[in-house]
Structures are given as C-alpha cells and as structure tokens.
T-cell receptor, first 111, second 113 residues
Framework: DAKTTQPNSMESNEEEPVHLPCNHSTISGTDYIHWYRQLPSQGPEYVIHGLTSNVNNRMASLAIAEDRKSSTLILHRATLRDAAVYYC????????????FGKGTHLIIQP | DVKVTQSSRYLVKRTGEKVFLECVQDMDHENMFWYRQDPGLGLRLIYF???????EKGDIPEGYSVSREKKERFSLILESASTNQTSMYLC????????????FGEGSWLTVV
C-alpha cells in the first residue's frame, strides 16, 4: 500500500473551484487512488476513485498525473456543504482489509 | 441508496459494562468493518469480516470482539468497557471485489464513565 501525503488544511471561497492535492510517490501499478470525505459528525463517504485516467462523477473530478505519483481532487464549484476532511488513499483492490485513513486535508470554505 | 445503519447514535455506559454496538447493511455486501475515530488519531480499524462467521483483526483489536452470524449484521462487543474506549465507532461495508468503495454508517458516540 502506498503512503499518501496531503496538506493538513486548505481554504477556499464559496463558488470557486478547489484543487486538493495528494502525493503518492511509492504507488504501484495496481494501486487505485481513492478519495473519501467526512462531513462534521458523520461517517466518511466515498467521493471518487481512479487508476490511470482522469475520472469525473457528479461530486468531483479526479486528475491523475501521468507518472501516477500524485493526483488532484477537483471540486468545480465549492459550496459551504463541501467543508469537510478529505482523505486520499492508494490501495490495491481485492481482499477484505479495511481502508487505512490518514489525517486528510481539512477543507474550509469561506462564504 | 446503500444504507448502513448503526443501532445507537449516542450511548453512555459505565466502566466494566458489556457493550454491544450493532450494525446492519442492506446491500448484500460481503465485507463489513468496525472503526473507531479519535481526535488527532484519525480512523483506526478494529475488526473486519469478509463472510458470515469470519472475522479478522484490524489494527487495534484489543478489548474488542465481533460477531457476524448473518451476512447483513456485524456486531462490535466491548466485553468490559473502559474509559479509554470512549470514542466514535463507525461501521462500514463493501462488496468483496470493490472493497475500497466502502459505505459508512453515521457513527455511534460511546462515552464510558
């Protein structure tokens, strides 16, 4: 499993795009990159995941560097409800070992 | 939508009591997990199960046990609660083949006094 590094916190303004970075320099070829977020007083929720190509869904976009050593979660237009801790995880699919969550990035959204 | 339901949102128990935290999922997931979350320590995996009657230790199993008698239900048991087990407990589930697309419950806040 690859170690990931994220900034402790980031701040952005409402209705502006947010780019949340994640470094995973020891990632292997079979490691998927997953993003979760945790809103205050709630359990984490799945946001998006990818392997090599950029991915889009209704919540966010995931941009993966060509060498896969880093990735960026993009929230296209942040709202106050996007204020949360965002976790980046790089792991191989299969089996049943649970996810290991690091400290994540605390995203603050200013109105 | 996937639903992971934890039986109690808030509990207060006394030291030495036996505590049961129940979790039910409605998506026929093979994998189920119990985590605890403490300020500054993030989420830590206590136990997981990949099938009925199967269980595996996570990172911090000491002081806990689990039971999975039915596929949809995974119980966390504190045999003799202690104050250092005051925490938020999170149950989660996933399909075996997409094990990292995990669905979490809302959490159970346990205070041991």
């Amino acid at each position: 499993d690859a170690k990931t590094t994220q900034p402790n916190s980031m701040e952005s303004n409402e209705e502006e795009p947010v780019h949340l970075p994640c470094n995973h320099s020891t990632i292997s070829g079979t490691d998927y990159i997953h993003w979760y977020r945790q809103l205050p007083s709630q359990g984490p929720e799945y946001v998006i995941h990818g392997l090599t190509s950029n991915v889009n869904n209704r919540m966010a976009s995931l941009a993966i560097a060509e060498d896969r050593k880093s990735s960026t979660l993009i929230l296209h237009r942040a709202t106050l409800r996007d204020a949360a801790v965002y976790y980046c995880i790089a792991l191989t699919e299969g089996g049943a070992d649970g996810l290991t969550f690091g400290k994540g990035t605390h995203l603050i959204i200013q109105p | 939508d996937v639903k992971v339901t934890q039986s109690s949102r808030y509990l207060v128990k006394r030291t030495g009591e036996k505590v049961f935290l129940e979790c039910v999922q409605d998506m026929d997931h093979e994998n189920m997990f119990w985590y605890r979350q403490d300020p500054g320590l993030g989420l830590r995996l206590i136990y997981f199960s990949y099938d009925v009657k199967m269980k595996e230790k996570g990172d911090i199993p000491e002081g806990y046990s689990v039971s999975r008698e039915k596929k949809e239900r995974f119980s966390l048991i504190l045999e003799s609660a202690s104050t250092n087990q005051t925490s938020m407990y999170l149950c989660a589930s996933s399909f075996r083949q997409t094990r990292f697309t995990i669905y979490f419950g809302e959490g159970s806040w346990l205070t041991v006094v």
